[in-house]
């Protein structure tokens, strides 16, 4: 069965579709996909769709498989009985309005990921989403800090790691910096695996890499939720599903 990773937070522009996209693309190049298969799903349930039009830009060289389900509350349901995929790293909506969708699929969520970024203007947003939302979906969950600037000095880092320290909020150890490789990434219809070979695209690149070894190096346990014959009849419609 499928581990149903959910990125969320509901102010916009924190970076979920950014991270969803590079955590996936590590994720299934480095457990080794094929061109036929691949252990790993992207899902975006974002009616902007931005997922959807970065991973057509990339086309072909997407390493994992995607699907765009905003409007498919039926496969949303279900994500945990999709047996293809080992991972579904899965992208959510930066608004108030599409909390709906965002539950559905907290209610899926092995673990959650919420982007935060290092400024002040952040913080109130994303007490909102983790209070209202995360929490209480009951699974593991992080605060992963994201797009910081080490141009821009130390600060802002050190004031969000305490504010997230003085919640008791749990946070991943690795740092998502700032590069301009990843703002344009969508349009250039790249992800970070495609990223040219020099230094500095391998450091944008080794953070995704530390990140992708967080998530992967939690893994304990079983699933929490169990399957049921009803889940997996509906996504076999939608999914053809191999065992083992
Ligand atoms: N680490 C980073 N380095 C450089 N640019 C980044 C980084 N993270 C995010 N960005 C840029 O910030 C903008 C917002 O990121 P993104 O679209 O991933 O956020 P989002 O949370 O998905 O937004 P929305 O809530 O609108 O869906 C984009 O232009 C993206 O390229
Ligand atoms: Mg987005």
Known sequence: MARVHVIANQKGGVGKT??????????????????DSTPVLG???DPQASMLEWAQRVGEALPFDFDQCHDRPEVLSQ????????????????????EGILRTVLAQADDVIVPLEPEPMSFSPATRSIQRLVEPAGVPWRVLLNNWDPRDGEGDLAQTREFVAAKGWPCFNTVIRHYKLHTRASAEGVTVVQYAKNRVALEARQDFFKLALEVLGSQNGAPRHASTAEGQAAVNGVYATTEG
């Open 18 to 35: 950014t991270v969803t996209v590079n955590l996936a693309a590590v994720v299934a190049d480095t457990l080794g996909g094929t061109t």
């Open 43 to 45: 899902v975006s349930t």
């Open 79 to 98: 994500l945990r009985q999709i047996k293809r995929y080992e991972h579904i790293f899965v992208d959510t909506p930066g608004s108030l309005e599409d």
